[in-house]
Structure formats: C-alpha cells, structure tokens
T-cell receptor
C-alpha cells in the first residue's frame, strides 16, 4: 500500500541545536516533494520544494535533502529557535497520474529555550 | 484576493442536513484543492480542479460528497445528508500552475455535525 510516514512522536530539541525531521514514502514515485509548516489553528504554509533530480535545497536556516533510492526526505532546521516550534508536514506530488499534493501525518517540533 | 478565503469559518449542522462549503482561491490560480484534516493528522486529499475541470475526485469518501468549480474560480464542496463522522476541518488550497509551485491554504471550515 502507499504510505507517507513522518515521526509520529513529537520532537523536542534545545534552542540552538539542529532539528532533523524525516519523511519516508512507500510505493510512490514523486516528481516533487514539499515541506510545509503548520501552526495550531492555521493552514499549512509552504517552506521548500525539492525536485526528484535534486539532492539538496537550502533556504536560510532550512535544508531539505531528497534520496529517491532510500525513498526519504530529511528536513533540517539549523540554529533552531523557540519560534520554530510547529508541526512540519511533507507533501509529495507523483511523477505520473494526477498532480495532487499528498501529505504525510506531520511531526510536531518543540524547541526549548 | 490577498489569500485563499473559506466560508463559513465554523458550521454546526444537524445530522441529515446538507451543507455547502465555499472556497475563494487566490485570483488567477489555476489549481484548487480540497482537503479534510483531523486533529493531529496531515491534510487528507479529497478532490482537485484545474480551471473548471475536476481532475481527480478519488479522495471523496462517498457519493454524499461532491464539488464544483463552474467558472474556474470559486469552488463549493457539498456534503449531503451529513453524518457525525463528517465532522472535521475542511481546507481549501490553490496553486498558480500546478505541482511544481506551492499550495496556499485557507483558514479552513470547521464542520460539526450534531
């Protein structure tokens, strides 16, 4: 069956450390993988997009990697801050079929001051 | 408009009633998506449109759910004969050109069926 899995447990890290979130997928062939941030009571907000032929993408303190062999994307926040506390969602779009965004379950990150 | 607008923000309805949820996407956005999100879960795909054409409705749970986007702009998600299990946050998103661009989400409609 098709699955997108993210750490179901909340991730607590100390301020200043690097947070690493994982997105694993099964039985998908994504052309694009995106990461979103969601705060309580609000809709998801786009952060980064990475294509299937890209290994890594950076934006300020954020870095995304994409390994199509491992079927995994890693999302890193360096020098984390309490304001980074939120739920982070990965979403993929398949290379064939219809171009819908398919979301993972999300990982809740808490950065401790 | 400035962002994706959904109305109503909250809807309480009695079991068996029909409800219509509205989504007004960002002006000019080609693609419009409907999702349902349970607490603590990621958005679950329901259906999406390019312009006025419904491209994929594979996520609609059953035939009580339908959606339309007749003029390629505003969309309505209709749930007929609501049941308690339909209670959820319903989210709409739009994107300018498809999957290689970001999706912008609205604030959602919280539906409660009593």
């Amino acid at each position: 069956s098709q699955k997108i899995e993210q750490n179901s447990e909340a991730l607590n890290i100390q301020e200043g450390k690097t947070a690493t979130l994982t997105c694993n997928y099964t039985n998908y062939s994504p052309a694009y993988l995106q990461w979103y941030r969601q705060d309580p009571g609000r809709g998801p907000v786009f952060l980064l997009l990475i294509r299937e032929n890209e290994k890594e993408k950076r934006k300020e303190r954020l870095k995304v990697t994409f390994d199509t062999t491992l079927k995994q994307s890693l999302f890193h926040i360096t020098a984390s801050q309490p304001a980074d506390s939120a739920t982070y969602l990965c979403a993929l779009v398949q290379a064939s079929g219809t171009y819908k965004y398919i979301f993972g379950t999300g990982t809740r990150l808490k950065v401790l001051a | 408009g400035a962002g994706v607008s959904q109305s109503p923000r909250y809807k309480v309805t009695k079991r068996g009633q029909d409800v219509a949820l509205r989504c007004d996407p960002i002006s000019g956005h080609v693609s419009l998506y409907w999702y349902r999100q349970a607490l603590g879960q990621g958005p679950e795909f329901l259906t999406y449109f390019n312009y006025e054409a419904q491209q994929d409705k594979s996520g609609l749970p059953n035939d009580r759910f339908s959606a339309e986007r007749p003029e390629g702009s505003i969309s309505t998600l209709t749930i007929q004969r609501t049941e308690q299990r339909d209670s959820a946050m319903y989210r709409c998103a739009s994107s300018s050109q498809g999957p290689h661009t970001e999706a912008f989400f609205g604030q959602g409609t919280r539906l409660t069926v009593v």
